[in-house]
Each structure stands twice: as C-alpha cells, then as structure tokens.
C-alpha cells in the first residue's frame, strides 16, 4: 500500500436526516485509530465513542487497511441536527512495532506498512501543527511563542511583555484618555468621568466629550451652559426642569413662578400656578370625562343600523364572554341570560329575530313573567262570525235568503271553519337592525 493522499480528517454537516459519513480517502488500520468529534451550532465540541448505542458510533471499512465509514447514532438516536457539523479524524498510536532481527527473513509488505505508518504520523503530527500559534516567516524579533500557563485568568486577555521577549497573561487596567489621545484642528476632545461596564474590555472606562469647532457647525464648547450662551439662549432655571421660558416672538411666556410640583393625578385635582400636570394624567382626565359626557351605561340595549356592533358594543347574540373583560357588563347582567361556562364566562342576551317587550314588573297585563325570560308566539283566544243562508230543504248554499248571523254550527248540525292566511308567525310590519349591548 501507498500512502498517497494528504487528508487525514474529513467534516460533514448536519441536516436531520443522514446518519452515515464517510471518512475517505485516508486509510485506517483498525476502527480505534479513529477520533469522532461533534460540533453544535454553538461551537461546542463533543468527542464520541465508538459503541452501538444511540450516542456513539460504529465504524464500516470491507478490508482493513482500508477507508470506509462511520454511523452516527451507531443505534436509533437523533439524526445530527441541522447546524451542527462532525469531524472525523485519523490518530494512530506513536510507536514503531517492526522488530528486523539480524539475518532475518526480508519482508517487504511489513517494512512497507511500516513506512506507510511513519507518513501517517507525520502528516498527524502536521494538523496539530497547522493549528498551533506560531509567528510569520518573515518574523524576525526576539519574542518567543511559548504560551504561558494559564494562572486565575479570568478577564485576562495575551499580550506580547514590556521586554519584548515573551507572551504573559495580563488583568484588565484602567488608562484615563485625555484630550491629547486626539488631535484635530476643528475636533478636540475632553476628558470625562470614569464610567463602568461589565462587559467591555475595560471594566472601568472614560468617555471623551466631542469640541466642534464654530467652523464645523458647532458651538466651540465643552458645556452645555457654555453652548447655550454661545447660541443667545437664555440660562436654565432654578427648578428641576429646563427652565420657564418664552415660548415664542409674540410675547406669550409661562408664568414667572417657580414650578414646584409635578401632578400625575387622573382627577386634575390639583388647581395650583406652580403644578405641573404629566400628559398621562391629562389623558386620563380626558378620557375620563368623555366617558362621562356619553351617559350611556354598561348593558344598555339599543339598536344599530349596521351588521357589526361599534366600539364599546356587542352583538346580543347569545354569545358567552369572559366575566374579567366584560366586568363591568357582568357587574350589570350577571347570568340573567345564561351562566357561560359557570366560572369564567356569561352569556349575553340572544335577542336575534325577536321583539322586545316591557318587563311586566308587578303590573299585570303579562303577569308570571321573570326578567329576561324569553316568550314564545302566541295569539289571543277569539271568535269568528259567520254568515249562514237556508235553503228550501234545509241546506245551505249560495243564491238563497241570508239568515241571522251565529257564531255556532246551524240547526242542520254542519260546523264551518275559516281559511287559513299565509305564513308561519303572526308579526306586525317590521325592519332588521342589530341589536347591542354597552359593554
């Protein structure tokens, strides 16, 4: 065999389904000169075992020496996820096994074997290589590469030391900047106080405050007090806030009072020169008082010429909605019209194709009823008059005198009945329109 090929390790992705990665075309020699590492999409490396469970793998070569493949998860298990990567490489142990005694039989295949190792060795040692921290060619300085032993170096960070002969691990210090860290013609900078953010790479840091120059736009200060004088704008006031001020050329100006209190109450109950109201108090004032000016309670019923309810309305459609977003109709109608699922909601009233009557309170014209209690159609028992006319032989029939008119069947014992008028219901005239309650 040859060793004709400088791979020695092979990546594939991730995508849910396939189980099966193939490692050619570097050659092992048995299924443990093989390391399997998965990476998750978070870069968290994870070294797996060769085994037949579902969280290692088994490997598939026809022939050792020979490429082949590996299955991962080796049995059931979840296919490797989407964004996540495996790596397979070849390690094979450091020693040389081929013992030549002197005058010994020649065996070229186990010298060739031998020779193929030692490749493969090298070309081993050659990833560790390809991923050590190692200078340029081209450099040519006196520090040396050698990575320090990591010592309590949380929040350290590699530098190059101040002789410039060696890397050291350093802890994070604090530099004030100074106007001199930037020099500009038009832009200086400033000094601030030193402030603090866990996550920076400087736990403690300074902010430069920006100079424009008058040239450039700006105002040449370094101040907020000194830029409003350079623009002409009158100095703040004594308060808290920015200052009472004309609001504009026409001479209109806030009182001169000092304003000593900020309102933030939804009834404006506050009347005082030096309070000031937030713009949610004043809001809710308004709307308070809106609310008011409408006059129209929670479950009042009214009809609408429209087929969906306003704002603030629904539907009296017999629908059950939530005791807790409709409290204040809950508050009104309890469960008059039904008790919704008996914890969290009511039923609204279903007035959809019916007429509304007076509730008969006491009076009795429609005596029994219970508020909110549906009636079904009925008509008031009545009688009709009928024209009857005798004949000759004491039937009846059409042509001959007419008789007394009677409300019972004739002395000849016939009965007499009335056609029916179309229809299904007895209704006055009438026009649809929905009817709503006020939540």
């Not at 060739?112 to 030692?118: C, L, P, S, T, Y």
């Not at 560790?128 to 590469?145: H, K």
């Not at 410039?164 to 604090?174: N, S």
Request: proline letters at 4%.
């Amino acid at each position: 065999m040859t060793v004709e090929t400088q791979a020695y390790k092979t990546t594939a992705l991730g995508n849910d389904s396939t189980t099966v990665f193939s490692f050619s075309p570097f050659v092992i020699y048995e299924s443990g000169n093989l390391v399997v590492v998965t990476t998750d999409a978070n870069g968290v490396e994870t070294t797996l075992s060769e085994g037949t469970s579902s969280t290692t793998y088994s490997v598939s070569v026809t022939t050792y020496p020979g490429t082949g493949s590996i299955t991962y998860p080796a049995s059931g298990g979840t296919p490797l996820a989407s964004g996540s990567s495996i790596t397979i490489k070849r390690v094979l142990t450091l020693e040389q096994t081929l013992d030549l005694n002197n005058q010994g039989r020649y065996s070229p295949d186990l010298q060739e074997i031998a020779f193929d190792k030692a490749t493969m060795v090298d070309l081993q040692q050659q990833e560790v290589l390809e991923r050590a921290f190692t200078w340029p060619i081209s450099y040519t300085g006196g520090v040396a590469n050698e990575i320090p032993t990591p010592t309590a170096n949380a929040s350290k960070y590699l530098r190059i030391n101040a002789a410039e002969d060696a890397l050291e691990w350093t802890g994070i210090t604090v530099t004030d900047a100074s106007a001199s860290d930037v020099a500009s013609e038009d832009v200086s900078l400033s000094a601030a106080a030193a402030g603090s953010g866990s996550d920076f790479a400087r736990e403690d840091h300074v902010h430069l405050l920006p100079t424009v120059s008058v040239a450039k736009g700006g105002t040449g200060s370094t101040t907020a007090s000194a830029a409003r004088t350079a623009l002409g704008a009158a100095a703040l006031g004594a308060n808290t806030f920015t200052g009472l001020q004309t609001l504009d050329s026409t001479g209109v100006a806030f009182p001169t009072t000092t304003v000593t209190d900020v309102i933030d109450s939804d009834t404006m109950t506050g009347a005082a020169a030096t309070n000031l109201s937030t713009s949610e108090a004043i809001k809710a004032y308004v709307d308070t008082q809106i609310a008011a000016i409408s006059g129209i309670d929670s479950g009042t019923v009214a009809w609408y010429a429209a087929n969906s309810p306003p704002t603030g309305w629904l539907e009296c459609d017999g629908a059950a909605v939530s005791r807790t977003t409709y409290a204040d109709l809950f508050a009104v109608t309890g469960t008059t019209f039904g008790v919704g699922d008996g914890s969290t909601t009511f039923n609204l009233p279903d007035l959809r194709g019916e007429f509304i009557r007076g509730w008969d309170n006491g009076k009795g014209t429609d005596s029994g009823r219970s508020f909110g209690t549906q009636q079904g159609n009925a008509n008031a028992a009545h009688t009709h008059t009928i024209s009857t006319w005798a004949s000759p032989t004491g039937g009846v029939g059409v042509g001959y005198t007419p008789q007394a008119s009677s409300t019972s069947a004739g002395s000849g014992g016939n009965t007499f009945y009335t056609t029916s008028s179309n229809g299904s219901e007895s209704r006055p005239e009438n026009v649809a329109l929905l009817p709503c309650i006020k939540q």
